[in-house]
C-alpha cells in the first residue's frame, strides 16, 4: 500500500524545496501540486485573463494538457501543452494569478483526480494549500510548513535575483501578505492546517536546518 505525506502551507514558505529534498531521500515521487495551479494561471495570463475572467479561465480546461514529469536530469518539470513551463512559473504575477485561480472549483476539480491518482499509485510527498485537508485527508503524515512573511518574501527574492530577474523586495513582501490573505479567506478549500498536522515554523532556519527537521518528522512517522 502507498504512503502518502501531504506539507501545507503558504507562499514561499519553503515547501516545494524542502518536500523535493525529503522525497529524493526517501525515495518517494515528489508532486508539486503548486505548479500545477501556477500552469493553469501561466496559461490563462497568455491568453490575456485576470482574475475577472472566470468563465473564461473554465472553458480554457478542456483545451489545456497539464502534466507533471522529468527531464533528462530527473528533474521534475510541469508541461503545459507538452511545453516545459518551469522557468515560466515562479513570477509574483503568475504566483497571483494561480491562487486565483486555485478559488475556481472547476479548476480544482480538473486536478483533484490527477493528485490523488499519483498518491494512490506512488509513495509520495504532496505539496500545496489543501493537501492534507482535501486532496489527501487520509495521508499518513501531515505537516503545516510556515515561516514570517518578512522571512517568505526575502526567500523568495533572493531566489529570483539568482535567476536574473529584476524585482523589488517591498514588492515580494506586498505579493505575499496579499496571497496569504486570498489562499486563507477564499471560499474553497481555503489554506489552514489539518486537524491532526504537525506544525513547523522554519522563520529564520536555513535550508538543511529545515530539512533535517522534517526528516525527523517523517521517519518518526512512518
Do not use: W
Request: with cysteine; proline share 3%.
Amino acid at each position: 500500500m502507498s504512503i502518502a505525506i501531504a506539507i501545507d502551507g503558504p507562499a514561499g514558505a519553503g515547501k516545494s524545496t524542502i518536500a523535493r529534498l525529503a522525497a529524493k531521500e526517501l525515495g518517494y515521487i515528489y508532486v508539486d501540486t503548486g505548479a500545477l495551479y501556477r500552469a493553469i494561471g501561466l496559461a490563462a495570463s497568455r491568453r490575456g485573463y485576470t482574475a475577472e475572467n472566470k468563465t473564461e479561465i473554465i472553458a480554457l480546461l478542456d483545451s489545456i494538457k497539464v502534466e507533471l514529469a522529468f527531464n533528462d536530469r530527473q528533474e521534475q518539470i510541469v508541461l503545459l501543452d507538452g511545453e516545459d513551463v518551469s522557468g515560466f512559473i515562479r513570477t509574483p504575477e503568475i504566483s497571483m494569478m494561480a491562487s486565483a485561480v486555485s478559488a475556481i472549483p472547476e479548476v480544482r476539480a480538473f486536478l483533484l483526480d490527477l493528485q490523488r491518482n499519483m498518491a494512490h499509485t506512488n509513495n509520495v510527498i504532496m505539496d500545496g494549500r489543501d493537501i492534507g485537508t482535501v486532496v489527501l485527508p487520509d495521508a499518513k503524515i501531515k505537516i503545516f510548513l510556515s515561516a514570517s512573511p518578512e522571512c517568505r518574501a526575502r526567500r523568495r527574492y533572493d531566489e529570483l535575483i539568482e535567476k536574473g530577474m529584476d524585482v523589488k523586495y517591498e514588492d515580494i513582501l506586498n505579493d505575499v501578505i496579499a496571497r496569504d490573505y486570498a489562499d486563507s479567506h477564499r471560499e474553497i478549500a481555503p489554506l489552514k492546517p489539518a486537524d491532526e498536522a504537525i506544525i513547523v515554523d522554519t522563520s529564520g532556519e536555513d535550508l538543511e536546518t529545515s530539512v533535517n527537521k522534517l526528516m525527523t518528522i517523517m521517519r518518526e512517522n512512518i
